[in-house]
């Protein structure tokens, strides 16, 4: 027969607490900082995916195609780098409209998060919207 001991039976200690709510403040923390980024890079993907189904996107200007991703960035509060980060580039045969930015949030004291987004939507390939196809460094290096 097994015998049990309350004494044994006491729960977790004041140690045991202590570690478990630094570590669950250190992830509510890490949570709190990053999760706007991310919240907005997902109205980006959306914003793409819209934009990607709009029938006229091979005639619109890239002004166009600007204040259309403008207007859905607004409705859904979108603001700072992913509105600065916008490139349209014309090639001859498609569009490819991009969204590459970096994102760099303090996190504790002098501890930083960067973060890289890069949405891309080439108007040759809609289905394959948002994964970054192209490398923009070679575009970046002519200007």
Known sequence: ??????RRQRGMSYWGWLLLV????FA???ASRMAPAYLDARYVTEALKVLAENPDLETMSAGQIKKELGRFF??????????????????????????DYE???PLIYNVDVVMKFNKQL???RP?????????????????
């Open 1 to 6: 027969m097994l015998q049990f001991s309350f």
């Open 22 to 25: 630094a570590v669950l403040g």
């Open 28 to 30: 509510l923390t890490c």
């Open 74 to 99: 607004q409705i859904n509060n979108v603001r700072g780098e992913p509105t600065k980060a916008l490139q349209v580039i014309r090639g001859a045969k498609s569009t490819l409209v991009s969204i």
């Open 103 to 105: 994102l760099r949030q």
């Open 122 to 124: 080439n108007t040759a």
């Open 127 to 143: 289905e394959l919207c948002c994964d970054a196809l192209v490398d923009l460094e070679q575009f970046r290096k002519r200007d």
